[in-house]
Nanobody
Framework: VLLQAYGGGLVQAGDSLRLSCAASGGRFSSYAMGWFRQAPGKEREFVAAINWKGDITYYGDSVKGRFAVSRDNAKNSVYLQMNSLKPEDTAVYYC?????????????????????WGQGTQVTVSS
């Protein structure tokens, strides 16, 4: 499974940005998908996740109410809509696939829960 995240860039605080992650190989429609981010000198942080069907989503506390995860199984893609961006959202954003498909609240934020990772896309929010 190959995951490629894109859509990052340099924006100002308060702006919006939409990240995309395209998957190839494997059975994307059966995978749960997650978004994580990592800022310099910090651990990888859970941002959002969506189950295989797209009807269950989870969010990290720092992005709740501002970010929205969605997917289009026909396009083998998952998206992260980021609104009201803050300088502290600056990080490299990664998409990840959980091949089990059914993801629960107690494991959704665990890096080890995911089997495949994309290369990351940089998001920089200026103040």
């Amino acid at each position: 499974v190959l995951l490629q995240a894109y859509g990052g860039g340099l924006v100002q605080a308060g702006d919006s940005l939409r990240l995309s992650c395209a998957a190839s190989g494997g059975r994307f429609s059966s995978y749960a998908m997650g978004w994580f981010r990592q800022a310099p000198g910090k651990e990888r942080e859970f941002v959002a996740a969506i189950n295989w069907k797209g009807d269950i989503t989870y969010y990290g506390d720092s992005v709740k109410g501002r970010f929205a995860v969605s997917r289009d199984n026909a396009k083998n893609s998952v998206y992260l809509q980021m609104n009201s961006l803050k300088p502290e959202d600056t990080a490299v954003y990664y998409c990840a696939a959980d091949t089990y498909g059914v993801i629960t609240r107690d494991v959704v934020a665990l890096v080890g829960e995911y089997d495949y990772w994309g290369q990351g896309t940089q998001v920089t929010v200026s103040s």
